[in-house]
């Protein structure tokens, strides 16, 4: 099956830094990849649609300058938290599109947490 | 503005017992339909996907229907198993559209 991929896995920062989370499609191409992120207990929350090659689309209420995503190519996709704070601690997760029947598979989630 | 609901939110039932998830959505102009699970702390597992033409998806102890004209999709699980234990999301793509819709889940636990 398709497998999609993310790295850290977790990840401790101090407030006030930058984090760059990795998401690859490891064995399928995707022009389109997504940005979730889900607090305990609730429900996945998208925060952006990561299109190969032209700007992401954010979801209303999510700041672009604060998530900075960027989609170089059809296998990679990665989010930037600028300036972390506490409050952006969270689970993080990406998926990817297939083409055709536009399947979307799920990484396993970055677990970030902001001191 | 497509909705989608799964009832029930929460189910508990004994090991060994076939059992039946519901999905239901309001706007039937669905490209796909996707049926997950979810562990605790772990990212979403796709089980079925059911395309807009299609009436049913099979793959080991899981059976996934789909009627368009109703709104609705059953995911069936046959021989619970304690490993069966998890939350089950439903997802629908919008003709037209990228993002995926989710229902709430439903939350399972399969007891020994």
Redesign the interface.
Known sequence: GAVVSQHPSWVICKSGTSVKIECRSLDFQATTMFWYRQFPKQSLMLMATSNEGSKATYEQGVEKDKFLINHASLTLSTLTVTSAHPEDSSFYICSAQTSGVKAQYFGPGTRLLVL | KQEVTQIPAALSVPEGENLVLNCSFTDSAI??L?W?RQDP??????LL?I?SSQREQTSGRLNASLDKSSGRSTLYIAASQPGDSATYLC?V?IQGA???V?G??TRLTINP
């Open positions: 490209y796909n996707q997950f702390g772990k990212g979403l597992t796709s996907l395309q997802a793509l990228q993002k995926l989710f709430q889940g």
